[in-house]
């Protein structure tokens, strides 16, 4: 059974960095796509950040420059590095793999998914 787990959450002042790092177990990178995704208290789940199986990459306007997203496929490991952080980035982060060969964009009814671990940056 697919399994990720999330990890390196926690509590920053406005500016400081994380990074987080999410094991995957039991799946194969092989054509698929993966990302991280946020959702904050009262809010709706929102893509953070996004790599294709060709490296691409894709965030979404408001941590453009700020996070990157990158994996190893080696290590069976997907990261976000989190620089410049602000209050407006808190909330609850969720790794996601979806195999679909190809695909460009993560699909919830196709993804696997973390359990989410929790950022919270203070002003």
Request: charged content about 20%; overall charge neutral.
């Amino acid at each position: 059974q697919v399994q990720l787990v999330e990890s390196g959450g926690g509590s920053v002042q406005a500016g400081g960095s994380l990074r987080l790092s999410c094991a995957l177990f039991r799946y194969t990178f092989s054509g698929g796509c993966m990302g991280w995704f946020r959702q904050a208290p009262g809010e709706e789940r929102e893509e953070v950040a996004r790599i294709l199986s060709d490296g691409r990459t894709n965030y979404t306007d408001s941590v453009q420059g700020r996070f990157t997203i990158s994996q190893d496929n080696a290590n069976n490991a997907l990261y976000l590095q989190m620089n410049a952080l602000k209050p407006e980035d808190t909330g609850m982060y969720y790794c996601a793999a979806d195999p679909r060969f190809g695909c460009v964009r993560i699909l919830g009814q196709s993804a696997f998914w973390g359990r989410g671990t929790r950022v919270t940056v203070s002003s």
